[in-house]
Structure formats: structure tokens, C-alpha cells
């Protein structure tokens, strides 16, 4: 009796195993659709579920047509630990990473290695409003350290430094070109964050800070003119939030609550 269950399980392992290395790489899709609640999704993707490539896009339009959000095509490597709850994984893209990403460790807490990741801002505007209106372009780069995911209670906590750089930022709806460069700094701290917003250079100013609490997002900060600029600037402006008075200056308030 135990011969023909092993005689039997051996055919049934040969085949579990064939099909978990040969898995398709569209799972990845499903995965990053549910995990970005279908805003996101995977185009033209190639190779295994182990192996593969494909560009990151936003979610699939009413034709089935994903469009590219990324410059580049996005290639995985992921380690058969997998299967033993490891993770080993190799991101990599030349056109939008610095260098390749590794994460490394189990399913309840991986570290992410440090790199850049380019965002072209002119296909931002896939993502809806306010950014379709706005029609932001310039270079934005977003860079990260000692990043780390740990699960705790059902819950994904997150850990480290996030830095986006925004740099010679325009607006189709604004004649000033450039609108200025500007900094966006991330403490991650499991559930929570703290966010600042600072301009490295004009002739609009930004400047703000908030703060993730619980999965809500808050921030207070202001925008306004350089002197000489105000007219021109006027109408980007009042988009953004309402007028008020911070001393004797105008300026536009930067609420989210």
C-alpha cells in the first residue's frame, strides 16, 4: 500500500512542481493590480512568472490597452525560495532605475535596496486629476534609504527615507517656465510618516509639512509668487487651494485633512 501512494505521489509532485516553475508571468499583472486596487497594471509581458519582463502601466482602458507609465521595460528575477518563503527578487530597468533593486528576506519582513527611480512627469497625467489638468513636466527622481516592509497585525509597516526631487518643473497653464525646483522628504516610521515640502529654487515657493497617521494623510503648507511674478502666476495658483493672509504676504493655502 505505501509503494503505490509513493508511486502515486511522485507523478502528482512532477507535476505541481512543472506548473509552479512554469507559472505565467500575467500573475504578476493580477498581483499588481489588487495590490494597487486597478490602477496600475503590466503590458506586453514576457516570460515567467520567475523570469520575465514588461512595462508598468496604468490600468487597461476600455480597449484593453494598457499605456506605459515608465520609460523602459521592467525585468524580475525571483529566487525558487519563493517557495520555502524567502524572498529574493532583482528588479531592474536601464531607462528608469539608477541601478537594479534587490528585496531580500521572507513575507512578514524584506528590505528593499537603495536606488533612483526616474518618474517621467509627463505621463503622470494617466493618473487623473488634479495632475491632467496641471500638465506638469520637468524631471522628477525619486530616491530611497534603509527602506524596509515588516508585517504587523495584517498590516504592511514601512521604514525608511524617501526623497523626490523635482527639478525645473513647468505647467502648460502657466506662461513662467520654469516654475521653480522643489523637495519632498518621507520618514517612514511603520504606519505613520512625516512629510516636508521645501523649494530649492522660484519663482513659485512651496513649502509645507504633514504627516501619515493611521492610513490618513494631512498637510498644511503654502504656495505663493516671487516678487514680480505674482500676475503671471495668478491663475496656477488659485488652482492649487484658496488665498490668505500669512503676515503681510497673499498667499495660497495647502490643505489636505
Known amino acids: 500500500m505505501m509503494k503505490r501512494i509513493v508511486w502515486l505521489l511522485i507523478p502528482l509532485l512532477s507535476v505541481l ?5 512554469f507559472l505565467p508571468a500575467s500573475w504578476l499583472g493580477m498581483v499588481l493590480e489588487k495590490q494597487s486596487n486597478g490602477r496600475l497594471s503590466l503590458g506586453d509581458v514576457q516570460g515567467s512568472f520567475w523570469t520575465g519582463s514588461a512595462f508598468v502601466g496604468v490600468a487597461a482602458d476600455k480597449n484593453g490597452l ?13 529566487s525558487p525560495l519563493l ?5 529574493d527578487v532583482e528588479l531592474s530597468n536601464a531607462q528608469s532605475l539608477a541601478q537594479p533593486v534587490r528585496l531580500n ?3 512578514s519582513d524584506f528590505y528593499v535596496s537603495p536606488s533612483v527611480l526616474v518618474l517621467p512627469t509627463e505621463r503622470l497625467e ?3 486629476a488634479p495632475l491632467n489638468t496641471i500638465g506638469p513636466t520637468g524631471k522628477m527622481h525619486l530616491s ?3 527602506l524596509r516592509f515588516s508585517r504587523s497585525a495584517n498590516q504592511f509597516e ?3 527615507q524617501l526623497q523626490l526631487m523635482m527639478t525645473e518643473m513647468a505647467s502648460r497653464l502657466s506662461p513662467v517656465k520654469p516654475l521653480g525646483s522643489y523637495e519632498m522628504r518621507f520618514d517612514l516610521r511603520g504606519l505613520n510618516a512625516d512629510v516636508g515640502l521645501m523649494t530649492v529654487t522660484g519663482p513659485m515657493m512651496l513649502s509645507g509639512k504633514g504627516a501619515v497617521t493611521g492610513g490618513r494623510f494631512q498637510f498644511s503648507g503654502k504656495a505663493w509668487a516671487q516678487e514680480g511674478h505674482e500676475a503671471k502666476l495668478a491663475n496656477l495658483l488659485n488652482l492649487l487651494g484658496q488665498r490668505r ?6 498667499v495660497i493655502a495647502l490643505e489636505f485633512k
Open 144 to 146: 530611497w534609504q534603509n
Open 105 to 107: 528576506g521572507n513575507f
Open 66 to 78: 494598457v499605456t506605459p507609465l515608465f520609460p523602459g521595460r521592467f525585468g524580475w528575477k525571483i
Open 158 to 160: 514601512a521604514h525608511g
Open 17 to 21: 512542481i512543472t506548473i509552479l516553475f
Open 245 to 250: 493672509k500669512d503676515g503681510d504676504k497673499d
Open 126 to 128: 494617466g493618473l487623473g
Open 83 to 87: 517557495l520555502l518563503g524567502q524572498l
